[in-house]
């Protein structure tokens, strides 16, 4: 791990959050004798993926949410895992859903999200429950960029006013991001495979939250002092794991930088969580 003063460290804040479902899911349990349950889909053999899924899997059974996988093989139809969906939206014991992504590409991603129960959706990423968050509504919000609010919020970075520059506009991270960003009452720019000059836009920013998979995207020369910078890429080495700025140099200026790995990505499994226990108290607590 980076040692540094300027450090967003999501390992820790991941650490703390866990800790609070985890005291808030024993009380419920003592109090109403009701535990939270958690289905994970997995189809295909990607190992990345079958590393998050074990990776959630864990920390489900830490925190005592009852979890079960679906580990499917890359052969499996639309057809199977829309039914396997909707037997799940009927199980009175399963709070959240969720189906590792990517999906083989013979089956509908959109489809499958929004065969999802929306009140199950702990991704956050059914159509209504996206539409939600885009009018600024209560609902669960998609873990990774939930997770970015909440790790600026613990270092008391406020979004209002900022400018925002987003780069990368997957429906994942990107789009929502842009717009809790947007809630937040901050100025936002999004940046894509289309921008020009997404240095121009960089160099404007207060803080730049870049989500690409792609090594080095974001330089020095790039990025304005003082900004923070948060990096939600993933990009594999041979040796070992960088995220899509360079760390080293970028780390100079900016006034806050979240490390990869240890920022962003466990996060995204802290929020995972936090969205299973909330699924079941809106609506069985
Ligand atoms: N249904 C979903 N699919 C995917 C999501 C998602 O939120 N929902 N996000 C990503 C993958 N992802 C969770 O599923 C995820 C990515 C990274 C991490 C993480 O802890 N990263 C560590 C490094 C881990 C490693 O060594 O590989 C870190 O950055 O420190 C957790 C979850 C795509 N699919």
């Known amino acids: 791990m980076i040692a540094s003063k300027n450090l967003l460290d999501g390992k820790s804040l991941a650490k703390k959050i866990r800790g609070e479902v985890k005291e808030e899911i024993l009380d419920i349990k003592k109090s109403k004798g009701i535990t939270p349950g958690l ?114 919020e613990s270092e008391d970075v406020s979004l209002e006013g900022k400018h925002v520059v987003v780069v990368g506009a997957s429906d994942i991270v990107g789009k929502p991001m842009a717009m809790l960003a947007l809630n937040q009452m901050a100025t936002i720019t999004i940046c894509h495979i289309a921008t020009k000059d997404l240095a121009y836009h960089t160099r404007q920013a207060d803080i730049i939250i870049v989500a690409v998979g792609k090594v080095n995207l974001i330089t020095e020369e790039m990025v304005k002092d003082g900004a923070v910078v948060v990096d939600v890429g993933i990009n594999r080495l041979e040796d070992r794991l960088v995220g899509d700025v360079d760390f080293e140099n970028v780390s100079k200026k900016a006034s806050l930088i979240t490390p990869v790995p240890g920022g962003v990505g466990p996060m995204t499994i802290a929020m995972l969580m936090y969205n299973t226990l909330l699924a079941m108290k809106e609506r069985r607590g």
């Open 39 to 152: 289905t994970v889909i997995i189809v295909g053999e990607d190992p990345a993926s079958q590393a998050y899924v074990s990776k959630k899997e864990k920390a489900a059974k830490k925190l005592g949410i009852n979890s079960k996988i679906f580990r499917l093989p890359e052969t499996t139809s639309e057809d199977h895992l829309l039914k396997l969906i909707h037997r799940l939206n009927n199980e009175q014991t399963v709070d959240g859903i969720l189906v590792q992504l990517p999906l083989p590409d013979h089956i509908d991603k959109e489809k499958v999200i929004d065969a999802i129960s929306p009140e199950k959706d702990v991704d956050g990423f059914h159509t209504i429950n996206a539409g939600k968050m885009f009018l600024n509504k209560d609902t669960l919000l998609p873990c990774t960029p939930y997770g970015v609010l909440k790790l600026l």
